[in-house]
């Protein structure tokens, strides 16, 4: 096991009275240096955002739909950090490397590609995203699969020992395996029609009759207010206005906080005097003629 604030590289082995020896040096170069050469990297290619997390960095672009050299910038600028990190002893994998076009709702469609070493990376239709599967449409119907085939094995798994377990110790195993994977990053879905997020309700509904051991038809609305769970639209809706209010009062990262700020009104209102007024979101303030580029780069 590699440390993580480390980097090791394997040289030749050699020979010592007749046995053979592998050695190992230690490159004192921490994993905080090394995120600060790449970000460096990516502060001279302006209009590049980046999150750079353990193996994998995610590199975002956002162009206007007439820009045709947009190929060549992304190009360029993984010719660049390939270069950095070989001369550092670590790789860039290019076969590991996905590319997420997301387009505008009026733009012309881009036939992307790009050239990557001696390889040719083009759009994949969706994306893994710390563990969200991102498509191009960002209608989410790959992750809803997904997420509803990985509880629904999770709930025959429980299913199978219910018998020996208490409604206590089930109300547990569904809560920390179940429940928490339908709460994860669920407000990405806000907005989506309630049909999209149908089974995803289906989904709860079958995991509190499990907890009470009833029938399939049982009627779930009682169960649900018994075990104070919100349907999974409200749950929604409730983790989206949660994330406004702390962008907006704090504690909340600056670069969310940036984007919210307060709704002026042509008079005075009620709620101007409260602090929790109207807000109004410019998460991308020209999306409409914009189009995005999420890069997942995978180190070996």
């Known amino acids: 096991m590699v440390p993580s604030g480390s980097i090791y590289k394997k040289v030749d082995g050699f020979s010592y009275r007749g046995q053979s020896y592998k050695a190992i040096i230690h490159i004192e170069l921490s994993m905080d240096e090394l995120m600060c050469m790449v970000k460096f990297i990516f502060s001279m290619w302006c209009g590049f955002s980046y999150h750079c997390y353990a193996d994998d960095m995610q590199l975002m672009l956002s162009f206007p739909s007439s820009d045709t050299q947009v190929c060549n910038c992304i190009s360029a600028c993984l010719t660049d950090i390939s270069s950095w990190m070989t001369a550092h002893h670590l790789k860039l994998s290019p076969s590991k490397t996905e590319l997420l076009f997301i387009p505008s709702t009026t733009g012309p469609h881009h036939d992307l590609a790009i050239s990557f070493g001696n390889s040719l990376i083009t759009p994949t239709e969706d994306a893994r995203s710390l563990g969200v599967i991102l498509d191009g449409q960002l209608l989410f119907s790959a992750h809803i699969a997904n997420l509803t085939q990985s509880c629904r094995f999770l709930l025959y798994n429980i299913q199978r020992i219910r018998p020996f377990l208490f409604q206590e110790a089930t109300q547990l195993l569904v809560q920390s395996l179940v429940i928490s994977r339908l709460d994860y ?82 008079r005075a209102l009620r709620a101007s005097s409260t602090s929790t007024g109207p807000l109004f979101g410019q998460c991308l303030s020209s999306w409409d003629s914009s189009s995005c580029i999420l890069h997942q780069l995978k180190f070996m």
């Open 185 to 266: 990053c669920n407000s990405l879905l806000a907005g989506l029609p309630l049909r999209a997020i149908r089974p995803l309700q289906l989904v709860q509904n079958a995991a509190a009759r499990l907890i009470f051991n009833l029938p399939k038809f049982t009627h779930v609305t009682p169960l649900l207010c018994s075990l104070h769970w919100l349907p999974v639209a409200a749950c929604i809706r409730f983790k989206t206005l949660m994330f406004t209010y702390k962008a907006k009062n704090g504690p909340a990262p600056p670069y969310l906080m940036a984007m919210v700020k307060s709704r002026a009104v042509p």
